[in-house]
């Protein structure tokens, strides 16, 4: 069951440095993420894709279909928000600054922002790179998972994450990226929640 193990985490060094991270939240950490996940959609906070600040084309056109809300827009302080704080322990030395990484091991942050986007069928979002140092996805589902898709690509390598619940990946932000499109049979969740990490950028470019 996610949330009962012991967090795992691997550092990937090809064919570009990325880490996983399997069972990232206990089930103590969960129960409050899922509170916040759950009156955040049914209270129909969340906007459309093109509310967030999303990626654009060349010719101005939005790259992703879903919806999502920056908590940093919702609470005056990250107190409030049960995902704000369990999600502190992302910006562990061991898991956001690996020794063994001359890419993360090598970073220096000063911002974050967190975004929950919310995938329903045929949800997607094309190519793109993100205008900060390192982007972090958590995905979260209520089990049993009633849907297939919705997996992270890496189309330049030709490379795809399939997602895991209460699992996360960091990885450079520069690196193109994309989610697949997202197919199902029933009504669920499927929650991608993105912690961004600016550094000296002064622009966000938004997932």
């Not at 970073?107 to 045929?122: A, P, R, V, W």
Request: proline share 3%; hydrophobic share 35%.
């Amino acid at each position: 069951i996610p949330g009962r193990g012991v967090m795992k985490v691997t550092l990937h060094k090809e064919p570009f440095h990325f880490i996983l991270v399997d069972d990232t939240y206990d089930k103590f950490e969960l129960d409050l993420i899922w509170k916040e996940l759950d009156f955040l959609i049914s209270a129909d906070k969340l906007h459309g894709g093109d509310g967030t600040g999303t990626a654009t084309d060349m010719q101005g056109n939005v790259l992703k279909s879903n919806k999502g809300i920056f908590l940093e827009h919702v609470y005056l302080s990250r107190d409030y928000s049960n995902i704000l704080t369990a999600n502190r322990k992302l910006f562990m030395d061991e898991i956001l600054r690996p020794k063994d990484s001359w890419f993360f091991s090598t970073q220096k942050y000063d911002y974050d922002s967190t975004l929950i986007s919310y995938y329903e069928d045929g949800d997607y979002y094309r190519p793109h790179q993100d205008d900060v140092k390192v982007t972090a996805c958590t995905w979260f589902w209520k089990e049993p998972k009633l849907f297939t898709g919705g997996n992270l690509f890496f189309p330049d390598y030709d490379i795809q994450i399939e997602i895991q619940n209460n699992s996360t990946i960091l990885f450079p932000s520069h690196v193109r990226h994309a989610v697949e499109i997202n197919n199902t049979w029933e009504v669920r969740y499927s929650l991608a929640f993105n912690v961004w990490v600016r550094g000296e950028f002064g622009n966000l470019e938004i997932e």
